[in-house]
């Protein structure tokens, strides 16, 4: 926006700005949490805020967001007025930045400058996944949905407010095809007024140093973001290429099978004609699924996409410290080129497909990414994670009414090269799983445990980090929904880490009606008096599990992370004492000599589970995972 490209920006002032930008969108994100009403977003906090310049380049690193573009494409923006805020849902319209139709996302421009010729400077825009939005199942997400006009209303960028003024034909047609009218106007309200508030700090902003002097921090706050991966970040991978694919392992229509997704990396010289960049080749990706596991990447270069997966590069940080610091902005764009395949496949896919279940693609890919760029730097990249599912249950609760409770529950995250995975977290920045008081006041069920579960976490040099172990207890007949992969093929573990435990719901457990539900599934019944069992994904082991130190196996055991059999079978850790009194310990000279009878020779870099070979054919490792020599 400015002539330097922001180079000339008082550096004081790009930080105060940036600190700025940071308060505004977290003032926003607070007042949506504390006006909104629906489960989803009030208290798990499924939902995210994003600053962008009148260029709709994203200046916010503290979380993800949708993008502008398909606002700005449909609006043109010296047609915009003080008050509007738009909206849109729409898959196909949004430019790659929803992927399913309950992400609703508003967005509300910002003005400065002085009166008679106040401009359009910037944006605010909040986007978060909402109750329901119709479809063919309550929570708007079916399983086995075979085209998107299953799945919900779908709304192209439309002025929902006009100069401040709402539009409510607009808003009676959504919450009418809403089975939860009250929450979805409730959280409506919510967005659209914190984005208007956020809109006017911002501008305060402007007002307060000058257009011209805030645009240009803009530029140096983008800029910076671009040299400081640039520097710190491309530096650590060789110039070369490498290939690795994951799977998505069912679509919820066809029987299970591997969904591929493979990326192509690329590092250029320094001296390549058209940059220093990482290039992304999406070739080789399966064709689009007939359930709804598809995501529109291939949208505005792929822009959307390349913010998404950008963090997982930040693993190349120096320090775990230094990685908390990098943001990810519009910097990290002219970094990354993408190359789609054709229109198509599991990210390319044509209108109508199905879109709901996208997460099992978009998370993936953060997964083979870290994968690709492991085999580039042998290995100092995090192990496996899969960090998100939809549970829930549905029907109608004590008193005869209507009611939904559907969770987002975290998982494991994958061993690093330096520490072990963390347990049970969530992609979704600041995102929380249900408070117990709240879900048992006004749900017909009782949260009879939570916890950790066990062996759940990838065996490792550095062990993966655990999953949940949920126990509800249904007061009244109702059904259960889940929308969840990763119940066949466990999280990867890498350089001899062991892969994690997979996803897994049991209704009954230990009971006459026993059962185990799949994955995907969007009206399991439910008697009252039984007992739902999730059990969510262990993150992948980094490392060989027979170097972990036996000081930590044994502290693992006391905590009830691992258990005392998993201790041996897959440590090699002979233990002593017991649990009870508080004597347990190992026995170091057997420990060596269990650990010494071992084999731990391999071809493979990664370990995929027993769950691949169930799908493979029997093949114990993909040819990817073998690690070669980079071609150059």
Request: glycine letters at 12%.
């Amino acid at each position: 926006m400015t002539v330097d490209a922001g180079a000339g920006a008082d550096p004081v002032l790009v930080e105060i700005v940036q600190g700025s930008l940071a308060s505004v969108e977290m003032e926003v994100e607070t007042a949506i949490a504390r006006t909104s009403r629906s489960p989803m977003i009030r208290d798990a906090h499924d939902f995210r805020a994003g600053i962008h310049d009148r260029l709709l380049r994203k200046l916010t690193g503290r979380s993800y967001s949708a993008l502008v573009h398909p606002v700005a494409r449909d609006f043109p923006i010296e047609q915009m007025r003080e008050g509007d805020v738009f909206f849109h849902n729409d898959v196909y319209r949004s430019e790659g930045g929803i992927g399913h139709l309950p992400d609703l996302c508003v967005t509300v421009p910002v003005f400065a400058g002085p009166a008679g010729d106040r401009r359009v400077v910037a944006f605010v825009q909040a986007f978060g996944h909402h109750d329901d939005i119709g479809g063919a199942v309550p929570g708007s997400m079916p399983s086995h949905a075979t085209s998107v006009f299953e799945e919900g209303l779908m709304v192209p960028p439309i002025r929902l407010w006009d100069a401040g003024v709402p539009n409510r034909a607009a808003l009676a047609i959504m919450t009418r095809n809403s089975r939860m009218p009250e929450s979805l106007s409730a959280d409506l309200d919510a967005e659209c007024s914190a984005c208007l508030m956020g809109a006017r700090r911002l501008g305060e902003l402007f007002d307060r140093y000058g257009v011209d002097t805030v645009e240009s921090c803009f530029d140096a706050i983008i800029s910076r973001t671009t040299q400081t991966y640039r520097r710190e970040i491309l530096s650590k991978i060789p110039v070369g290429s490498w290939v690795w694919e994951d799977y998505a392992e069912h679509d919820g229509v066809d029987e299970p099978q591997l969904h591929t997704q493979r990326i192509t990396l690329t590092r250029t010289p320094a001296d390549d004609p058209e940059g220093e960049r990482l290039i992304l080749d999406f070739g080789g990706t399966s064709p689009q699924a007939k359930g709804p596991i598809n995501h529109c990447g291939d949208y505005s270069d792929g822009v959307f996409l390349k913010k998404w997966l950008a963090p997982i590069l930040r693993n190349l940080a120096d320090t775990p410290e230094r990685m908390a610091e990098l943001d990810v902005n519009e910097g990290i764009v002219p970094l990354i080129e993408m190359r789609f395949p054709p229109p198509g496949t599991l990210l390319t896919p044509v209108f109508p497909a199905p879109t709901n279940a996208r997460t099992f693609v978009i998370l993936r890919l953060l997964g083979v990414l870290a994968g690709v760029v492991a085999k580039a730097v042998d290995g100092r990249m995090p192990a496996d994670q899969e960090t998100i599912r939809y549970t829930g249950v549905y029907g109608e609760d004590l008193h005869g009414r209507s009611y939904l409770m559907r969770e987002v529950l975290g998982g494991g995250s994958g061993g690093r090269y330096y520490a072990d995975g963390e347990d049970t977290i969530h992609v979704v920045p600041d995102s929380r799983n249900l408070p117990t008081e709240f879900t048992e006041a006004r749900f017909p069920f009782r949260v009879e445990s939570l916890s950790l579960a066990v062996d759940s976490g990838g065996a490792g040099q550095f062990r993966g980090g655990l999953g949940y172990e949920k126990h509800i207890r249904m007061l009244k007949d109702g059904h259960f929904m889940s929308i969840a992969d990763r119940s066949i093929l466990g999280c990867w573990g890498v350089k001899g880490g062991k892969a994690g435990k997979p996803f897994q719901v049991t209704i009954d457990p230990g009971g006459p009606n026993e059962r185990e539900i799949d994955a995907l599934a969007d009206s399991e019944p439910i008697s009252a008096g039984e007992v739902v069992r999730i059990r969510t994904t262990g993150g992948g082991g980094w490392g060989d599990p027979l170097q972990r130190d036996p000081a930590l196996v044994v502290r693992d055991v006391q905590w009830h992370k691992v258990s005392a059999a998993a201790a041996l079978a897959d440590y090699g850790v002979v233990l002593t004492g017991s649990l009870d009194d508080d004597t347990l310990g190992y026995d170091d000279a057997a420990t060596r000599r269990e650990r010494q009878g071992r084999s731990t020779a391999g071809t493979a870099f990664f370990d995929r589970g027993p769950g691949y070979s169930t799908l493979a054919g029997g093949a114990s490792h993909a040819a990817v995972d073998v690690p070669m020599a980079a071609a150059r």
